[in-house]
């Protein structure tokens, strides 16, 4: 896929898998809401998650979003590994809290995102590998 396609993806996706390492060597998969801003990767969470622990003692992280339908032809997707880093509060903290918001107008009603209480975990892409059935 072109890079137009998996950025498309990016921004416009609405659920992601974000897999860490475990203390115990495994890897922790889960689904994620995030927001893209054209560089890094975004995601919301409380402060004392399962994820937040994992990356503070390794920051490797892998990122898939798919494009699922039953005519496989049209299958797509874009797996990032990279670097993820925890960010507590300031410029990039309100920043990436702002377009989680904008992306998902339920977020500040239903799980908001304050310092102190959240955290934001911050994916710099490394490597990207892409797919598109339909192109």
């Not at 990356?55 to 979003?65: I, L, Q, T």
Request: charged share 35%.
């Amino acid at each position: 896929m072109r890079e137009e396609g998996w950025q498309k993806l990016l921004r416009e996706e609405r659920v992601a898998r974000l897999a860490t390492h475990s203390d115990q060597g495994r890897i922790h998969l889960v689904p994620v809401c995030y927001a893209y801003d054209g560089r890094d990767i975004f995601i919301g969470t409380s402060m004392d998650s399962k994820k937040v622990r994992n990356v503070k003692r390794n920051s490797s992280v892998a990122f898939v979003v798919d494009f699922y339908v039953e005519d496989w032809s049209k299958l797509k997707g874009v797996m990032i590994q990279g670097k993820a880093e925890v960010v507590e509060g300031g410029r990039v903290f309100e920043e990436a809290k702002k377009l989680l918001y904008e992306k998902y107008p339920q977020y500040e009603a239903s799980a908001p995102i304050e310092e102190g209480e959240s955290v934001i975990i911050k994916i710099t892409p490394e490597k990207i590998v892409s797919w598109d059935y339909e192109s």
